[in-house]
């Protein structure tokens, strides 16, 4: 008796993140709004297809948003969710919340994120939606969820004005602390 293999709990440090990012987008999220310019089953160009691990031209839900506070837009998101998802995020549950926190709200278990950041110039599209001039600087950010059995369940690519958004990364010299995750905000260069 006591003798054997016993399983461990769960760590929490992962769900603990988790949960902090997720924290972090719906801060953000209710201090601004979106609209939604495009709610649809699209088929996916092959980059989406394999960054979700599907075939390329295979039916994804495409979901194109703004998202805006008092002043002007913030950021043009573009995200794309394997098909099977899509009863999870009808149009009428997209709401200002992130995608991801949709999901998570829905029953989805997110288990890991995983973010590029670099930047680019707006093209007509974005600088129309953006209300920015053609060539202008952005942040481009491209973030892809992952469920707790490694599937990608949501990419994201977002591009965002820098004069009202920053991205902010806290950590120690030993190395990332669990209570300091990334943290997005709002900027006002203004002052």
Same mark, same amino acid.
């Given at each position: 008796?006591?003798?054997?293999?016993?399983?461990?709990?769960?760590?929490?440090?992962?769900?603990?993140?988790?949960?902090?990012?997720?924290?972090?987008?719906?801060?953000?999220?209710?201090?601004?709004? *979106?609209?939604?310019?495009?709610?649809?089953?699209?088929?996916?160009?092959?980059?989406?297809?394999?960054?979700?691990?599907? &075939?390329?031209?295979?039916?994804?839900?495409?979901? *194109?948003?703004?998202?805006?506070?008092?002043?002007?837009?913030?950021?043009?998101?573009?995200?794309?969710?394997?098909?099977?998802?899509?009863?999870?995020?009808?149009?009428?549950?997209?709401?200002?919340?992130?995608?991801?926190?949709?999901?998570?709200?829905?029953?989805?278990?997110?288990?890991?994120?995983? &973010?590029?950041?670099?930047?680019?110039?707006?093209?007509?599209?974005?600088?129309?939606?953006?209300?920015?001039?053609?060539?202008?600087?952005?942040?481009?950010?491209?973030?892809?969820? &992952?469920?707790?059995?490694?599937?990608?369940?949501?990419?994201?690519?977002?591009?965002?004005?820098?004069?009202?958004?920053?991205?902010?990364? &806290?950590?120690?010299?030993?190395?990332?602390?669990?209570?300091?995750?990334?943290?997005?905000?709002?900027?006002?260069?203004?002052?």
């Amino acid at each position: 008796r006591g003798r054997g293999t016993f399983p461990r709990p769960p760590r929490d440090g992962a769900r603990q993140a988790q949960n902090r990012l997720l924290r972090d987008q719906i801060s953000l999220a209710a201090r601004t709004r *979106v609209t939604v310019l495009e709610h649809a089953m699209a088929r996916m160009p092959r980059q989406v297809a394999a960054a979700l691990g599907a &075939e390329a031209g295979a039916p994804a839900l495409r979901i *194109v948003r703004v998202r805006h506070d008092a002043r002007s837009p913030i950021s043009h998101t573009t995200c794309h969710l394997p098909a099977d998802l899509a009863p999870l995020l009808p149009r009428r549950r997209i709401s200002s919340l992130p995608v991801s926190a949709t999901l998570a709200a829905a029953g989805l278990r997110l288990a890991r994120f995983r &973010e590029r950041i670099t930047a680019t110039l707006a093209d007509t599209q974005a600088a129309r939606h953006l209300g920015v001039d053609v060539g202008t600087a952005l942040i481009a950010m491209t973030r892809l969820v &992952e469920d707790e059995a490694g599937r990608v369940v949501e990419l994201l690519q977002a591009l965002y004005r820098p004069d009202r958004y920053e991205y902010r990364v &806290e950590y120690t010299a030993d190395g990332a602390r669990d209570d300091a995750p990334w943290r997005a905000a709002i900027t006002d260069s203004r002052g």
